[in-house]
Nanobody, 123 residues
Framework: EVQLVESGGGLVQAGGSLRLSCATS????????IGWLRQAPGKEREGVSC????????YYADSVKGRFTISRDNAKKAVYLQMNGLNPEDTAVYYC????????????????WGQGTQVTVSS
């Protein structure tokens, strides 16, 4: 059974930073690309970032490019999202997810995700 467990969310002031972590189990982690999605209140889930299985390819939504950094540790079967320069528009529940095939920033192309971790950015 695929399991994805996110952590690291919280309340932070605008301009602050958070580092999200996602621990995984139940699948061959280093055989899959993996990414982060988020869902703000009243909005659809959206792709934030994705990293290839080797870590050599990274992709970011325009809204977070230059502020967020995705990374992975295949030995620990974990993926991370370093978020800097946070603003209130980043407030959302953040999920790590496994795309059906290759990396994507389209939420509909993810087949599995965790329970999410809340990120709240105050102004």
């Amino acid at each position: 059974e695929v399991q994805l467990v996110e952590s690291g969310g919280g309340l932070v002031q605008a301009g602050g930073s958070l580092r999200l972590s996602c621990a995984t189990s139940g699948f061959s982690f280093d055989d899959y690309d993996i990414g982060w999605l988020r869902q703000a209140p009243g909005k659809e889930r959206e792709g934030v970032s994705c990293i290839s299985r080797s870590g050599g390819g990274t992709y970011y939504a325009d809204s977070v490019k230059g502020r967020f950094t995705i990374s992975r540790d295949n030995a620990k079967k974990a993926v991370y999202l370093q978020m800097n320069g946070l603003n209130p528009e980043d407030t959302a529940v953040y999920y790590c997810g496994v795309p059906f095939r290759a990396c994507s920033l389209q939420a509909g192309r993810f087949g599995s995700w965790g329970q999410g971790t809340q990120v709240t950015v105050s102004s």
